[in-house]
Every structure is written in C-alpha cells, then in structure tokens.
C-alpha cells in the first residue's frame, strides 16, 4: 500500500512541475510532430520509389528495409533529441530556475554529438527487437522482456548525457550502476505512470467505444473527441515521464530529494543498497 502511495504522490509531484512550469509540455508535441514528419518523409519516399509491391503480394523490396532502417533512425534521433530537451527544460527548473523551449533546445543542440550516437544505438535495438518478434510467439516474449530490461537499464542514460555531458559508453555504464545499486530492486515511478497512463486513457476508449456503437456521425463526433483525448493524456504523461526521469537522476546522484519533490519517498521506494557510495539520507527541502 505504501508503494502504491509513492507511486501517486511521484505522478501528482511531476503534475505540479508541469503545472508550474506549462513550457515542458511543448517537447512532447514537438517529438510528436517530428516523429509524425519522419513516417511522411520514410513513406513517401518508399511509395514514390516504387519499391513496395505489398499491394501486389509481394514482399518489399531489399532497399525498401534501407529506407525503413532510416525511419528507425530517424525516430530515434527526434525521440531522443526532445527528451534531452525536456530533461534540460525539467532540470532547469528543479534547480529552481526558470525554463524555457529555446534555453532546452540550445542545451539539446550542445549535446547533438552526444544525443546522435545514442540515437543510433537505440535504433539498432529496436531493429533487432523488431526482427525477433517475427519469430512466433516466442519472439515475442524474449522481445518484450528483452525491451523491458532494455528500457530500465537505459532509463537514466539521456539526464547523464544531458547533464553530464560524457559519452553513450560512460552514460550507459553510469545509468546501468545507477539502475543496479539504487532503485533496481523497485521502480515503483514507472510503474505508477504507467498504471496513471492506463487509466487516463479508459475514458478515451470508452467514448470511441459509444461512437462505434451509434454508428458513423458518432463515430465521427466522439472517436474524434476520444482520439483528442489520447493524444493530449500521451503528451501529458510523456512531459511526466521526463520530469520524474530528471528528478530521480538527481536523487540517484546526490541522495538529495529535489525540492518539488520534498515529502515524496523516494527511499523508500527505491530502497538504496547499503555500502553505496556518495549517497545522503536527507531529503532537500
């Protein structure tokens, strides 16, 4: 019960950050947007090449995966360059200064160096997931739980980047450590966003369930007010993720909880082991 606790008051913490500061928000629209242009750009130019016969029957062609290895990267590459900007933004302002689009954007771009490798290796993951998912259910399974691990492994490598300013190899040793020696046994933020980006979308689902059922004009009308709905629920929930991204960055490094967070447990939740080094017991307030 205590864990479920953490989970909320981390979700309402990173709400009032947000809240306070509507600017993070813009960088879960802009991946959006970017991630949007990347699939038009990919398509389009696989369509006007000509090299996808599917609708033939027939397989893409070889440089089809050329270009589609390219939207892999491409996503990459917006994903991972708007998170570092959101982490910029979000550390900006738990540092008790005040944020901007354009100062997170410059401290993205003082990073392009570190931020495009890491892109490609993020890129190449999820090739090779995507690649063992096509081997039956059991490709499935060790894709997922390959990615999962993946996912927590990596959670903590773009603040590193960020903040830090050392390369993919380091930050990824750094956030492996990090993950391992401080919050590996219970990720109890993620899982509470997760069950909070769930549930945000229950209603979404529900009214594009009531359109289906009264046919096309409400079809039209609610799945149109339900799709709104998801899509403003994901932007919110991704500004979240980056902000408790950021401030458990800064509690793993220093043992110091932000002040926006003040209150919240986070030793509780994520348990540090004994002998850590460098670490505090005292929240900052």
Do not use: C
């Not at 490798?117 to 890129?123: D, T």
Request: hydrophobic share 55%.
């Amino acid at each position: 019960m205590g864990r479920i606790q953490t989970s909320w008051e981390i979700a309402k913490r990173s709400w009032a950050v947000l809240r306070s500061d509507k600017s993070l928000a813009w960088f879960p629209v802009l991946s959006f947007l970017g991630s949007v242009a990347v699939f038009a750009v990919v398509g389009g130019a696989i369509w006007a090449a000509g090299i996808d016969d599917s609708a033939n029957g027939d397989a893409l062609r070889p440089i089809g995966w050329v270009f589609i290895a390219i939207g892999y990267l491409g996503l990459a590459f917006v994903q991972t360059y708007f998170l570092a900007a959101l982490v910029a933004g979000a550390d900006e302002r738990l540092r008790g200064g005040n944020s901007t689009v354009r100062g997170a954007l410059d401290v993205a771009n003082s990073r392009l160096h570190r931020l495009m490798p890491w892109a490609a290796v993020s890129a190449t993951v999820s090739i090779v997931l995507s690649l063992l998912e096509r081997y039956g259910i059991v490709g499935r399974i060790v894709a997922s739980l390959v990615g999962l691990a993946w996912n927590l492994v990596t959670f903590l490598t773009v603040p590193i980047l960020v903040i830090e300013d050392v390369g993919i190899g380091q930050a990824f040793r750094r956030s492996k450590d990090l993950f391992r020696q401080t919050w590996g046994e219970n990720v109890v933020g993620q899982a509470g966003l997760g069950v909070l980006g769930f549930a945000v979308t229950l209603p979404a689902i529900a009214l594009i369930a009531v359109g289906v059922a009264l046919g096309t004009v409400g079809m039209v009308v609610f799945g149109a007010i339900g799709i709104a709905w998801i899509i403003v629920s994901a932007t919110v929930l991704a500004a979240l993720n980056g902000i408790y991204r950021t401030a458990l960055y800064r509690f793993a490094t220093s043992g110091q909880v932000p002040a926006d967070f003040s209150g919240t447990d986070f030793h509780g939740a994520f348990r540090p082991r004994r002998g850590l080094r460098g670490r505090g017991d005292t929240d900052a307030g």
